[in-house]
């Protein structure tokens, strides 16, 4: 499992918002390559390092390869539901490349494609945001919001996931003590949750980087 950098604490069954706390006020931006997974999910974000909230774009199924590219930017700050604070620390890490993860993949039964978009802090890749569109004429409507931070969304086959990492009492950005990853199934117009499971970290060493193999739902 990717090592993604979030918050404690599980949403409600549909996440339509949330404060975003102090860690997300200290928003940044990176910009990145492209790739295609082997689920078919494509996946665009800034290059980076960190195996924190990484950037990509997947896309599942050939089929979901959009016909054109989004503009994430102009679409996080053109949504009412995305809160004025993400929208203010929306701005550039380096020239013109924002942090910003875009996922393409099919999450509805409109049977068009998604768009997943994470954003994300500058210096540490902390995700602040996670949003799902779907494609509504010649536009996208907003039909999943998170903004608990540390959080990132992507997509597994039609299944919506929400990482989250926990951080335990002294623990260091890098180094939470476990993660909690949830998982949402559409239907009926909506987003429902399917289950969630929680990982707990080894600490031995002090590196915070080896997860303990067991996992509780």
């Known amino acids: 499992m990717r090592r993604l950098k979030r918050a404690a604490g599980f949403g409600p069954a549909m996440i339509t918002g949330g404060a975003v706390t102090a860690m997300a006020a200290a928003a940044g931006l990176l910009l990145a390559g492209c790739g295609t997974s082997g689920d078919g999910v494509r996946k665009e974000g800034p290059a980076q390092n960190q195996p924190a909230a990484k950037a990509v774009t997947r896309t599942p199924g050939a089929t979901a390869t959009p ?36 996922t393409y993949g099919q999450l509805t039964d409109d049977g068009g ?26 536009t996208y409507e907003n039909v999943f919001t998170v903004e608990q ?3 990132y969304a992507d997509i ?19 180094c939470p003590s476990g993660v909690d990853v949830l998982t949402y199934h559409w239907s009926d117009g909506a987003f429902h949750e399917m289950g969630r499971t929680h990982t707990d970290y080894n600490k031995v060493g002090d590196t915070g980087k080896v997860p303990s193999e067991g996992s509780e739902g």
């Open 156 to 174: 597994d086959r039609r299944d919506l996931t929400i990482t989250k990492q926990v951080y335990g009492p002294g623990d260091a950005v890098c």
């Open 67 to 102: 016909a054109q590219k989004v503009d994430a930017i102009k679409l996080i700050k053109a949504d009412p539901k995305v809160s004025d604070q993400i929208k203010k620390n929306l701005k550039p890490c380096v020239k013109d490349q924002y942090p910003v993860d875009v």
């Open 149 to 151: 931070s540390p959080v």
């Open 113 to 138: 494609t998604d768009v997943v978009v994470n954003v994300l802090t500058c210096g540490d890749s902390l995700g602040i945001g996670s949003y799902v569109y779907r494609p509504k004429g010649d």
